[in-house]
């Protein structure tokens, strides 16, 4: 009894997984799990929000494809700035310089020396 | 896939490793955790299914480019209160609903409610039963029900004769209530 009490000013649940939420919009869950997420909604008003505005969604069957969509773009935002970010770091490498310095050097006293001894 | 990858690593984690490095990537991984829930919340306030995902996308852009300005400690509420803010700003300018918006939300990083400090006393626990009692008939109807009987609120909806909206609306009231009366006994106790 005295840790159910404690459960009304508890925060302490876990966040529930995606799949969780998904199956409890579409009524899968047993009644024991519905509770357990329900309880996740008491204590916390981002998630309460959230089932709220995923019940109005028409198509629930369909969230998980739009979440993948969303992710999806999502990463090209993300990935893009790093790729950006590699190609600024080879431009910035200072060896690359050096070696190609380093091969025309070669190439110049490899043709004074050809040229010297030619003559 | 990288939901599996990295569900081991902590949103703080994950948020140290960004602020660390700048890597977009982390926090995109990061992002990801929160798609559906951004998803629900815009549909919440904008009840438009396209508009909703449009406002995830802006959501995620704001992001990316203005968390590395802020230093945030607690993301998961961070970035509820943006998108809340967004969508509030949405339905202003669409003059469906005369918000304020607070720009200090942006830098502020709310600590997520705890009232576990009650919970370390047995007295507490007697003040929250003698609490559960001062509230009215309907919240310690459902707040008993759904915390002490463990009952969703389909089953305690069908035992009522109140809807799911009432349940739920009963059950944040009478929880919300009991926090009152538990803080007026403790403040009571101390004097």
Redesign the interface.
């Known amino acids: 009894m005295s840790d159910d009490l404690k459960d009304i000013l508890s925060n302490l649940n876990k966040d529930i997984e995606q799949e969780k939420l998904l199956d409890y919009l579409n009524k899968k869950l047993s009644a024991a799990e519905a509770h357990e997420v329900e309880k996740q909604m008491a204590d916390d008003e981002f998630m309460n929000d959230a089932v709220e505005g995923l019940e109005h969604f028409k198509n629930k069957q369909n969230l998980s494809l739009l979440v993948d969509q969303l992710n999806s773009d999502l990463k090209k935002h993300t990935a893009k700035k790093k790729k950006q970010k590699e190609k600024r770091k080879l431009k910035d490498q200072p060896w690359l310089y050096i070696t190609i310095l380093i091969i025309l050097l070669l190439i110049i006293i490899g043709f004074v020396l050809i040229k010297k001894h030619l003559d | 896939m990288n939901k599996n990858k990295y569900q081991h690593i902590t949103d703080t984690e994950l948020l140290n490793r960004f602020y660390a490095g700048h890597?977009?990537?982390w926090?995109?991984i990061l992002?990801?955790r929160y798609?559906?829930?951004?998803?629900?919340?815009?549909?919440?306030?904008l009840?438009n299914?396209e508009e909703?995902?449009d406002a995830?996308?802006q959501v995620?852009?704001k992001v990316?480019n203005e968390l590395h300005k802020y230093k945030v400690e607690y993301f998961?509420?961070w970035i509820?209160m943006i998108a809340?803010n967004h969508c509030l700003m949405k339905l202003r300018d669409k003059g469906r609903f005369n918000a304020e918006i607070n720009d200090r939300a942006l830098s502020e990083a709310v600590e997520?409610?705890?009232?576990?400090n009650?919970?370390e006393k047995d007295k507490?626990?007697d003040n929250?039963?003698g609490a559960l009692l001062q509230l009215n008939k309907e919240q310690q109807q459902c707040?008993t029900l759904?915390?002490?009987e463990?009952?969703?609120?389909?089953?305690i909806a069908q035992q009522s004769s109140f809807s799911i909206m009432q349940v739920?609306s009963h059950?944040?009231n009478g929880?919300r209530n009991?926090?009152i009366i538990?803080d007026r006994m403790s403040g009571g106790n101390e004097s």
């Open positions: 890597d977009n990537e926090l995109g992002l990801e798609t559906m829930l951004l998803l629900g919340v815009s549909m919440k306030y009840k299914e909703a995902k995830v996308q995620f852009l990316i998961k509420s509820y809340k997520p409610e705890t009232t576990n009650f919970i507490t626990l929250l039963a707040v759904f915390y002490l463990k009952k969703s609120y389909q089953e739920k059950i944040q929880k009991l926090k538990m």
